[in-house]
């Protein structure tokens, strides 16, 4: 694989909470939405690829079992079929836009949680 695959970022990656992973994924999957509306197939691909590779990262990523993983692989494939095929299971973009949102918004919140930062001298 290549983009992501550094080892400095796979590391990254995996010590995110699932809720950071989706959050990030949908990042990519509404620039991919984007770009294919305003008619740039090659920034949607790029966005497209980008999305397929932290899903493949997400769905590798071991902590990841059972009902989990079957959620993921269907995200992945109901994410292809909608921006990259032929849309036969009718998702709409608004529907995968709001599935990402869900997760970056949880994601929002538990690092609102966390408070901020503090450093000792």
Same mark, same amino acid.
């Given at each position: 694989m290549t983009g992501f695959?550094?080892?400095?970022? &796979?590391?990254?990656? +995996?010590? +995110?909470?699932?809720?950071? @992973? $989706?959050? =990030? &994924?949908?990042?990519?999957?509404?620039?991919? &939405?984007?770009?294919?509306? !305003?008619? =740039?197939?090659? $920034?949607?691909?790029?966005?497209?690829?980008?999305? $397929? @590779?932290? +899903? *493949? $990262?997400? &769905?590798? *990523?071991?902590?990841? !079992?059972?009902g989990k993983k079957k959620e993921l692989c269907r995200m992945r494939e109901v994410f292809c079929d909608a921006v990259l095929g032929e849309n036969s299971y009718g998702t709409s973009d608004e529907f995968l836009k709001k599935y990402f949102l869900q997760f970056a918004t949880a994601a929002r919140r538990r690092s609102d949680l966390a408070g901020p930062l503090h450093y000792s001298s």
């Open positions: 695959a550094t080892e400095p970022f &796979i590391q990254r990656w +995996m010590a +995110m909470e699932l809720v950071e @992973q $989706l959050g =990030n &994924i949908g990042s990519e999957v509404e620039r991919a &939405i984007a770009w294919k509306k !305003k008619g =740039n197939p090659t $920034l949607s691909a790029s966005a497209s690829d980008r999305s $397929l @590779q932290l +899903m *493949d $990262l997400t &769905i590798a *990523d071991p902590r990841w !079992k059972g």
